[in-house]
């Protein structure tokens, strides 16, 4: 079975942001065909725990499993709101949570919405380049979506996600099963911990 993770940052609820993230899972799962299962995490819900996590050091509870759940995954979808010409707080503050190496080479779509579309840049000069330091793979077409693009059929908005889709689908159909590592299989023996080695 292929999972695919999504990560919605939208701070409403409905928001436009979970709106596309859905429209967004919904063609890549389309594109993909056979057993799909898409976990979406809505980071709102997770809020203090990822204030927690950033000052701990490690994600605990139910934030460990959404965090699990989006590393594990064969691909990734997310989406933020642009607030001030960048990716919302919520967003940053949980792939500050993130391991560098934990996204490595995963296909990852990129999703963006706001008021107007000369927002839509944000995509490009501030969610590219975390994602880049974060080592994945991001697909060539993102989407944003502006205020106007819920309220009219002739935007393009279907056919950029269809597309959008279509890359991740064919992302992840062309890489190995994402491997789910269990830190029981090689463990640190307790001597080592207690050094601090």
Excluded: C, Q
């Excluded at 701990?56 to 989006?70: H, K, Y």
């Amino acid at each position: 079975m292929t999972t695919l993770a999504v990560v919605s940052a939208g701070l409403g609820r409905p928001s436009s942001t979970r709106l596309l993230a859905d429209r967004l899972a919904e063609s890549a799962a389309r594109a993909l065909g056979g057993d799909v299962s898409t976990e979406t995490v809505e980071l709102r819900d997770h809020a203090h725990a990822m204030v927690d996590a950033n000052l701990t050091g490690f994600p605990s509870g139910d934030f460990r499993a959404a965090v699990e759940s989006v590393t594990g995954a064969d691909g990734l979808i997310a989406v933020t709101p642009v607030f001030n010409a960048s990716y919302s707080g919520l967003f940053k503050t949980f792939f500050d949570v993130i391991e560098r190496g934990d996204l490595e080479g995963k296909p990852v779509l990129l999703g963006a919405t706001g008021g107007t579309a000369r927002h839509s840049l944000a995509i490009d000069f501030a969610m590219r380049p975390l994602f880049a330091y974060l080592r994945a793979n991001a697909m060539p077409t993102a989407v944003f979506a502006a205020s106007e693009d819920w309220g009219s059929g002739d935007t393009g908005l279907p056919d950029r996600i269809a597309r959008a889709g279509a890359e991740l689908a064919a992302a992840i159909a062309g890489r190995p099963a994402a491997a789910k590592s269990d830190p029981y299989d090689e463990p640190v023996p307790f001597e080592d911990l207690l050094a601090g080695r």
